[in-house]
């Protein structure tokens, strides 16, 4: 291991209990995206106390801290912050019993996405680095950024003049716990997760008694076929050898079996990696859904809303390079090469707004005996909880030393001395 590393990495042992007791701490209070007003105050706070000049409430809820140490290169590190509407079922001791109010309904919230490691280790890295300034130089901006799951929290920070509240960074960083060993690190260069588009569709029909469909243009039936048709887009649209999905993930019309309503909505996620194949799909999702409603004689279009949009990420292949470089040093047998995932990001509107390079990688978080024995059986589809489960539940560790390890891995092959 690099001997920077190393003198960083001394201080783990200590500090070890701390980080996995603010993992548990933030894993049973977890906050919806722009309301995490208590892991802002826990972030702050334990920077506050390393002595990082800490800024709080950019674009809403997030926080960065910035710890200075001569002359050198500036490393901006992120981690998000935000939970999700998810009713925990791990049964783990330290298990969400969240819940709030949502639009006049209860709804349960949890950490189904790992965010709380990923807060946890970057506070545990900045502990760490405060402590051995001997090993490094230069300007360390760790960012803790809000609302990643609804694609508008990275966007706010930057909106919120973030350019202005830190200094210019050179390079930034991040990582995101996936359903691989605990233990495990990958990088990937050039495309890693998707981009997103997810729509919202109103289907009108004209609603009628449900004993007259006569009377009717059926917003259920159009809903149906919509679906249906939906999934020739990626099937017969798409080279088998090119990534992409459409799913339609919420469908809902009517109040009760003897009334056909007027109107349906869908609720539609895409994923894709490149900008034609992204063009092509939202097409063709379109042509189908307006063909399907006028296939059914209805009297108006259908209504197309982008919930949400987020933007490929696409690490940069030198700044990969350097990572895969100081992982493979730390690691040994326990860095890869990661897989292309569909999941999707937006930390790199971060980077963007100062236009410099960035990369992501991905590090395991589940259990690796049980991760080994579901390899062995070939049930790792069924048996191992991914990401937004409500399962999810990353083990404590390895997963938070690996966390830790890689932001000061990655972090010091451009701020070691
Ligand atoms: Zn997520
Ligand atoms: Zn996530």
Redesign the pocket.
């Known amino acids: 291991m690099n001997r920077n590393v190393s003198t960083v990495l001394a201080g783990l042992d200590d500090a070890r209990d701390d980080i996995e007791n603010l993992y548990r701490d933030l894993h049973a209070h977890p906050e919806l995206g722009l309301r995490e007003h208590r892991t802002a105050d826990r972030v702050a706070t334990a920077l506050q106390t390393r002595g990082y000049q800490v800024t709080t409430g950019i674009g809403g809820t997030g926080v960065t801290g910035v710890l200075g140490n001569g002359p050198g290169p500036t490393v901006l590190l992120r981690a998000d912050m935000d939970a ?1 509407p998810v009713e925990e079922a791990t049964g783990l001791p330290y298990a969400s019993t969240v819940t709030v109010d949502r639009g006049g309904t209860r709804q349960p919230v949890m950490h189904a ?1 790992g965010h709380d490691i990923h807060i946890a280790s970057l506070v545990g890295f900045a502990g760490l680095m405060a402590d051995a300034t001997q090993a490094w130089h230069g300007t360390l901006v760790t960012l803790f950024q809000p609302s ?2 609804n694609g508008d929290g990275a966007r706010a920070m930057v909106d919120d003049g973030l350019a202005g509240k830190i200094p210019a960074p050179d390079v930034a960083l991040a990582q995101h716990v996936l359903p691989y060993p605990a233990g495990y690190v990958g990088t990937r260069p050039g495309p890693f997760l998707a981009a997103a588009d997810s729509l919202r569709v109103t289907l009108y029909g004209r609603g009628a008694h449900g004993s007259q469909p006569q009377a009717a243009v059926d917003p259920v039936v159009m809903a149906a076929m919509c679906v249906v048709k939906l999934q020739t887009v990626v099937s017969r649209e798409i080279a088998a050898t090119t990534p992409a999905v459409v799913t339609v993930g919420s469908i809902h019309a009517g109040t009760g079996p003897n009334v056909i309503p007027d109107r349906a909505v869908l609720e539609i996620n895409i994923r894709t990696y490149d900008t034609a194949v992204r063009d092509h799909v939202l097409h063709a999702v379109e042509r189908i859904l307006r063909a399907e409603a006028a296939s059914a004689g209805a009297a108006r279009d259908p209504e197309i809303e982008t919930i949400t949009t987020f933007p490929p990420t696409v690490n940069d292949t030198d700044t990969t390079r350097t990572v895969a470089a100081a992982f493979a040093e730390t690691f040994g047998d326990n860095a890869h090469t990661i897989d292309l995932q569909t ?1 999707s990001e937006d930390m790199s509107e971060i980077p963007a707004a100062f236009g410099i390079p960035f990369t992501y990688w991905g590090i395991g978080g589940t259990d690796p005996a049980a991760y080994a024995a579901a390899e062995r059986n070939g049930t790792i589809a069924r048996d191992i909880p991914v ?2 489960s409500p399962f999810f539940a990353p083990v404590p560790q390895p997963t938070l030393d690996t966390g830790v390890t890689a932001l000061t891995a990655a972090a010091l092959a451009w701020l070691g001395t």
């Open positions: 999700l996405c990643e799951e999941a990401n937004h």
